[in-house]
């Protein structure tokens, strides 16, 4: 057994499973703030409806997305220490930055804006909102700067230590931040995390239009989903284009390596459709091809060739198969997405799209190709990045722990699959409670916010942790105890419903 491979398979599925909540949690701030703005801006109660209904599905991502993002740390140490002291330096500033910029203030306003709905006024709301949807944003700001870093290292030096030990230490801060690819690759991850967002609000509400649930409400919902999918699916086009040629710039073998382009020949590059890579005989079966339109878009010209894998030396080039498949599926997937929103809008403009049954039930499972596409982004330019941890700089069959078994890697894998197997099913069953339930009645929001409606709003979630704490401590006290009647007929009724 390798240590390295099972390292990198451990963090794999660590980080795929973790990156199923931030992208969401990101669309979906978004997309709250423009509900909770169109509330504010019109006082109609079906806003306000759909902001407490979303609220409550962005609560349940958000809570997985922390606790998912914490183990996928860990590892840093356990499996990865000599990565870990080699960009200590580097990654320290970048998370330090995250912590204090986008974590205390996500977490901040988070428990007004769960539990604030009948504590603060509609203003200070929607400002809560704001907050934790810049808190999302930001959070993810930096932890791409930091990967980004990795792909494009920029605004270091190598340090030799004492001991021998070569590491990089920061000489320009803002080298860093803006390194040759981060805000290409910052701009594509938001551009996908909104057009899941948008997906996912569009497939909870498809499957109520289908099923002749809360049609006011899912109509309304499905249109502004509609307009924000469409806008970022056409914007992908932009960013995606854009990342491409900053691959083609500064990582050549991993642009040759996503396109198959194994020889570097004298005229222009074909751009391939579909095909089946055959790394032993150097060539792509079955290809489907648009001759030199590769070279077009690198370099704006079709008969200028491209750099192939052959320029490379062997224990240079990056895998072909996996990064070749996963974009391909990606911007496949990218297509579907513009070709669903722009015959949506269409569709919606004619007035028929909601009586077009067959393409709501499309809506309802088309969810599922926007996670795939944010997950297969990131493996195509992990995978694609390879034999490097650190490119050009530490590669990762040096970056791992010295001190960790591959057996003990082995046994971290099953736990956590297991582990997180369990949590998937958590998720499902609680989103799909969540959904099922559909929207509720609308809270009755104050006109003007005071002091310690604020204070009880922000202590709320301290105070249903230290409850649950103490319930469980104690199965006589039952939750109804020190209630009024009037709370106690709600809580009823709600376990009802």
Do not use: C
Request: proline share 4%; aromatic share 14%; net charge neutral.
């Amino acid at each position: 057994m390798d240590p390295v491979v099972l390292s990198r398979l451990q963090f794999a599925l660590t980080i795929m499973f973790h990156y199923l909540f931030p992208p969401l949690t990101i669309g979906l701030g978004v997309l709250l703030v423009i509900v909770e703005w169109l509330w504010v801006k019109t006082g109609e109660a079906i806003y306000e409806k759909m902001a407490l209904f979303w609220t409550k599905i962005f609560a349940v991502n958000f809570a997985l997305g922390v606790s998912t993002g914490i183990v996928m740390e860990f590892q840093f140490g356990t499996n990865w220490a000599t990565y870990s002291r080699f960009v200590g330096d580097v990654f320290g500033s970048a998370l330090a930055a995250e912590g204090i910029f986008a974590f205390f203030l996500e977490s901040g306003f988070l428990a007004v804006l769960v539990f604030g709905w009948e504590r603060v006024s509609k203003p200070v709301h929607f400002f809560s909102t704001i907050m934790v949807a810049l808190g999302s944003i930001f959070s993810s700001i930096w932890i791409v700067i930091a990967n980004s870093w990795q792909q494009t290292p920029a605004g270091y030096h190598l340090v030799t230590q004492p001991s021998g030990f070569v590491r990089a230490e920061i000489i320009d801060f803002w080298g860093l931040v803006f390194n040759p690819s981060s805000m290409t690759r910052l701009s594509h991850v938001l551009i996908g995390a909104f057009i899941l967002g948008a997906f996912f609000a569009m497939s909870v509400s498809a499957y109520y239009i289908v099923r002749d649930r809360h049609l006011e409400f899912s109509r309304r919902t499905f249109k502004i989903a509609l307009v924000y999918g469409l806008i970022a699916s056409l914007l992908s086009l932009v960013t995606g284009h854009d990342s491409a040629m900053i691959v083609a710039k500064h990582q050549p073998a991993k642009l040759a390596a996503m396109e198959a382009h194994f020889k570097t020949g004298t005229g222009g590059a074909d751009e391939l459709i579909f095909g089946i890579p055959d790394t032993q005989g150097q060539k792509v079966d079955f290809a489907v091809a648009i001759p030199g339109l590769l070279s077009l878009m690198v370099h704006g010209d079709p008969s200028k060739p491209v750099t192939g894998l052959d320029r490379f030396r062997r224990e240079d080039r990056p895998p072909v198969v996996i990064p070749f498949f996963a974009f391909h599926l990606m911007v496949a997937l990218g297509m579907m997405f513009i070709s669903l929103t722009v015959l949506g809008s269409f569709l919606l403009w004619r007035g028929v799209l909601f009586s077009t049954k067959w393409l709501m039930w499309i809506y309802v499972f088309a969810v599922a190709g926007a996670f795939a596409a944010n997950e297969l982004g990131w493996v195509a330019a992990e995978v694609g990045r390879q034999p490097w941890a650190v490119y050009g700089l530490l590669r990762t069959s040096k970056a791992i722990s010295k001190a960790v078994p591959a057996e003990h890697v082995l046994i971290s894998i099953g736990l956590y699959g297991l582990i997180y197997t369990l949590l998937f099913f958590v998720w499902i069953y609680v989103l799909s409670n969540k959904i099922q339930h559909g929207p509720e009645v609308s809270a009755i929001v104050p006109d003007t916010t005071t002091r310690p409606a604020l204070l009880d709003a922000a202590a709320s979630l301290l105070a249903r942790q230290k409850y649950s704490y103490t319930s469980s401590r104690d199965d006589n006290v039952r939750p109804s105890q020190g209630k009024s009647e009037a709370q106690r007929a709600a809580d009823s009724q709600e376990e009802e419903q």
